[in-house]
């Protein structure tokens, strides 16, 4: 069953076909059939890709609305090249390379009140969502792609942000004992200050001494961190 559309789609695609019936008017352009069609693909362009947008979670977004209005525009631009006309120099300023009237809106305020206030709602709940993910300490976890999934849910659950650009530092590393120089991480991570969780299926006895002489802050067998990571991974208060 398809979900009904947000307060958000609802307003840009109503706004849509009043705001380019605007645009063109200051342009001197009247609408004829072939830019009314493309008012009617422009606008399910808009709707599909809101709906599409409104399917992620706030985190995964690329892209904003307001964007997203913009490249729903692109079949008006057609349109136009189609009718021959051609954009005066007053209209060459645009947000876009091929919005060669100056087409997109700058701000969603032109877009009437609903929509303004429901792109303002958006924002508001896209930095909500952020934020923690900004705020929050970062973790490493240096093993395979199949532990690595695992083992993330339990990491991001104790309040950490799973991974990092290059040269970004770290709250705490995972390290897998089986990955190529693992030493070598253990004792760069520790150095560095990072809280080291070295784990791995051959942990024992004899080889923990080693593990916590090259840094590691706690040393633990694969199959126990993965059955209770809280016992070994730091909460975030």
């Known amino acids: 069953m398809t979900a009904p559309p947000s307060e958000l789609r609802t307003a840009f695609v109503e706004a849509y ?91 969603s305020q032109v877009l009437g009140q609903r929509a303004h206030a429901a792109h303002l709602r958006w924002g508001v709940a896209k930095a909500a969502a952020v934020a923690p993910m900004v705020m929050r300490p970062r973790a490493a ?16 659950a104790a309040g950490y942000a799973v991974g990092g650009g290059g040269g970004q530092s770290f709250a705490i590393a995972l390290v897998d004992t089986a990955m190529p120089r693992a ?11 990072t809280f080291v969780v070295a784990f791995g299926d051959e942990v024992d006895d004899l080889s923990t001494p080693g593990l916590k002489a090259l840094g ?16 070994y991974i730091p909460e975030i208060a």
């Open 17 to 107: 076909p009043e705001y380019v019936a605007s645009a063109l008017h200051d342009l001197g352009i009247e609408i004829d059939v072939i830019i009314a069609d493309a008012i009617v693909e422009g606008e399910a362009v808009l709707n599909a890709l809101l709906e599409s947008l409104e399917r992620l979670p706030p985190v995964e977004q690329r892209h904003s609305p307001l964007e997203l209005f913009r490249e729903a525009l692109r079949p008006i631009d057609h349109a136009l090249d189609v009718e021959g006309l051609r954009p005066s120099v007053r209209e060459i300023a645009s947000l876009a390379s091929w919005d060669r009237f100056g087409l997109a809106p700058g701000s």
């Open 183 to 193: 030493g070598e991480t253990i004792s760069r991570e520790a150095a560095l200050g």
């Open 216 to 231: 590691a802050s706690t040393v633990v067998r694969t199959h126990d961190l993965l059955t209770n990571p809280s016992a």
């Open 141 to 156: 976890i240096i093993t395979d792609d199949d532990t690595f999934e695992q083992l993330s849910s339990g990491v991001e």
